[in-house]
């Protein structure tokens, strides 16, 4: 059975294609159209298939899909043994609920940390009990470099190339390219290094579109050989959801 999972996000849309837990097609869309799917069916016998977005509407998307393939609704009702203290799940995004499933599916009964580097970054917390205590929520790298540009008099706009800081600058743009870079580093060490004094086997896991610079900046941290980098941790999640909700218990 082949499941096509979309993952509509702030900035790109991925398509991911399933056999099992196998994942046999990945791609990524700045400028997503049906004729996108079209070139995936022709390639996989399509049966299910969901939408995840991390905007509101996804009919647009759904009236590509012909009847005879059983669609499968993504939403944070799907628990995949996932235990939730998270007190409003209904604002939960999709995307973070997603990445708590898979953790919590592919490395059962371990302690996690799972870290999404995008235009937020995003700390989710699940505990080997299989509990999702929840996070935080904070600006992106190109949010922080954009914020301080857009809400400053005199600061310049920078454009990321995507290489580290030091601290301190020796210039403004450099002391912005600190504050921003340095910051996040530190910021995330401060989280790992908290959850990790109660948690001494605790796996992190490193997600989103900044997840390279990210694990680099980590690598040579006291926490680098609890590092886990994948890429595809949202689509592997609703892929879980589906396999364990529509088929399991069917």
């Avoid at 190109?142 to 210039?171: C, Q, V």
Wanted: neutral net charge.
């Amino acid at each position: 059975m082949f499941n096509l999972i979309i993952d509509i996000g702030n900035t790109t849309t991925k398509l991911a294609v399933f056999q099992g837990r196998e994942l046999c097609f990945f791609e990524r869309y700045s400028n997503f159209g049906k004729a996108d799917l079209e070139a995936v069916w022709h390639k996989f016998p399509i049966q299910k298939y969901s939408v995840s977005s991390v905007k509101s509407e996804i009919k647009n998307v759904l009236s590509f899909f012909p009847q005879h393939m059983q669609y499968c609704a993504f939403h944070t009702g799907l628990r995949g043994n996932v235990v939730s203290a998270y007190n409003t799940m209904d604002t939960l995004g999709l995307d973070r609920w997603a990445k708590v499933v898979a953790v919590n599916q592919l490395y059962p009964q371990r302690d996690a940390l799972i870290i999404d580097m995008g235009t937020c970054i995003t700390f989710d917390i699940l505990e080997a009990e299989g509990i999702y205590r929840g996070g935080s929520i904070s600006l992106g790298v190109a949010m922080r470099f954009k914020a301080l540009a857009h809400y400053t008099g005199k600061l310049p706009s920078i454009d990321w190339d995507g290489k580290s800081a030091e601290f301190p600058g020796n210039s403004t743009e450099d002391s912005i390219r600190a504050g921003v870079l340095v910051g996040i580093k530190q910021e995330i060490l401060g989280y790992i290094a908290e959850i990790s004094a109660k948690k001494p086997n605790l796996l992190i896991f490193l997600t989103g579109g900044d997840a390279d610079f990210l694990k680099e900046q980590l690598k040579n941290s006291i926490f680098a050989s609890q590092l886990v980098q994948d890429p595809h941790l949202v689509v592997k999640g609703i892929n879980e959801a589906i396999n364990f909700e529509y088929v399991q218990k069917l």
